[in-house]
């Protein structure tokens, strides 16, 4: 058997740990058992490992997992620290493949050496494990819960976390609410099985339609990336990263004992593979209960029918800012409408039956918008004197037709819940999916119109190999005309450029560009030079270009002046920003957004994983709030976005190209009118360490 079958699907299962009452061993021996496992020799046996060889709850005591002398498949270890690795030891000479490591103690705590220690033990004995301090896992499918978190549903969402709390929160809203789970993995300090190995497991798991994923921090950024995207082909997985802020970061850290990473860089590398990142558990558990319950190519158009007009009006206001169409219905719809409705009704979206509704009137509303739209949200406010069951009557009768031989949908919300319980249940019972609010609801349908089957792949490294051509020569800053040059034998436009060294070779290189022309210092201990008063523009004679060069050289006074660099001056041109730089998770990353001097007061920048393809290119164009201005707006021609997507690409595979590029900004890049192309107007190249071949300076 596989590792994987070893885990999720044992002969036999031995929890290793003491079995007195009150003791985490006998709460995981208490959870197995009531949830079936063990029970009948069909599905596996249940053993008990501790010192004593104390069994508990019918499940016979060993002293050691060697001694059991059946099948052992899975062990779940809830014994000390200190004696984890002995264990393990003890588990590979009875052939145990796979361990869940409850026990906490390890590196969340800064004892590495103990956690390096029973990753050692492991490898030696041949055990995969998930852990350790972790909460275990669920297999639903096999009655399996060797797990401290509540029994959930049975179902075909699969839950993925680094926090067990976290997971034990969807596992019981899973059994509060109806949401059917398939997999349940806490696991922990991943100091084996990690995130990324289950997001390759779940991918083919023919039990499992979607995946719940929280995540802390990853262990290869890449590898992650492809593991997202293999599931992502085939089905959603919706994300929480924690550690968005810094505040956030510093908790993850003393968390997990990982860093939680550049949240920008994870927002870009998760949309790269197609992921669904969310902000809330409450996100992630309404979409999973969504997606389970609705037609995945469901449309955007969505109706509200309520009988309270404050909860209806917000849940439009929530739609509409969550990207879904809450238009007002057609003439034929209120027609209808009207039919049956009395004249108090509100007939435009949403359509509001007031208090007086009944469970017929939902019934037909709900038919009637159908006929529109793709889906509906029935919104019941109740109070203690209406029968909402008779409501909920009359939705799930409209969801019953509507889901006969179409792709719409009828989701509710009913509320409040302590006035609701038996409608609610009898809902879901019914298959149709309840929500807290009428918020949540609309987002919730929002985050399953966003999902797509990825239909690209993320083109990763490979065929990517370092360049032979002539690289820098020292660490740290290259001057700007050794960069420009480097960057026009990489196929990165450039403009014309002379490099003078005085003020008589400045003159010379003005009039073979030609007047007007912008004159920047050169030194390697200036790299913002508009901050000094580096860059003159617009320099329009000799006399103006001797004077420049002298003016440069005083402000160089004292900080390894080298000279000038010359450019025509560019103008009727756009200003944007081409950025690489290296994250320590994901490695090199591209930045794109509005150029110039603001760049840092606007923050308008829209990352992703180096390289990039040319969808992801263009999408980074359209993803910057400032597009309209490279679109054309009042008439002007658009910008040269065809030229722009070309040398994004050729960029973000510089740092392969060239292993020691360390950050590259290009800022500004000057967009021209459509069909113009792009030139490169300033550049900053910063190399990890010196190379062996210089690259000559050109004059």
Known sequence: MMAWDRLFYPRGVAVIGSASEGKLGYELIRQIREGGYGLSSDLGRLFVVNPKGQGALGAPGYGAVARIGEPVDLAVIASPPATVPGVLKDCGEA??????????????????????????????????????????????AHLLYPSLETRPPAGTAAVVTQSGAVGGLVLAWAKQYGLGISKFVSYGNAADLNEIDLLEYLADDPETEVIALYIESVSDGRRFMEAMQACTERKPVVVIKAGRTEAGQRATLSHTGSMAGADRVYDAALKQCGALRVQSVEEVFDFCKAFVSVPSSLGRRVAIVTNSGGPGVMAADRGEEVGLEISQPGPGVQERLSDFLPGHCALENPIDLTVQATGDWYRRALLAVLDEYDAAVAINVSTPYLDSLELAEGVREAAALAASGSEKAVVASFLPEEIVTESVAYLEEQGVPNFATGERAVAALSLVTQYEPLDRQWIGSDGLAPASAPIF????????????????????PVPAFRFAKTGDEAVDSCRELGYPVVMKIVSPQILHKSDVGGVILDVGSDEEARRSFGQLERIGTGKDFRGVVIYPLVKDAQEVLLGLSRDPQFGPVVAFGLGGIYTEIWEDVALRVAPIGRDDAEEMVRDIRSYPLLEGVRGERRRDLDALTDVLIRFSRLPFQYPYLRELDLNPVFVFKEGDGVVVGDVRVITERGLRQGYPERG
């Open 95 to 140: 052939g145990v493949a796979a361990a869940a490591i409850i026990t906490a103690g390890f590196s969340e705590v800064g004892n590495d050496e103990a956690e390096q220690e029973v990753v050692d033990a492991a490898e030696r004995s041949g055990v995969r494990f998930v852990g350790p301090n972790c909460a275990g896992i669920v297999n639903t």
């Open 473 to 492: 020569d020292a660490d740290g800053p290259v001057l700007e005309p050794q960069a420009m040059a480097w960057l026009e034998e990489n196929g990165i």
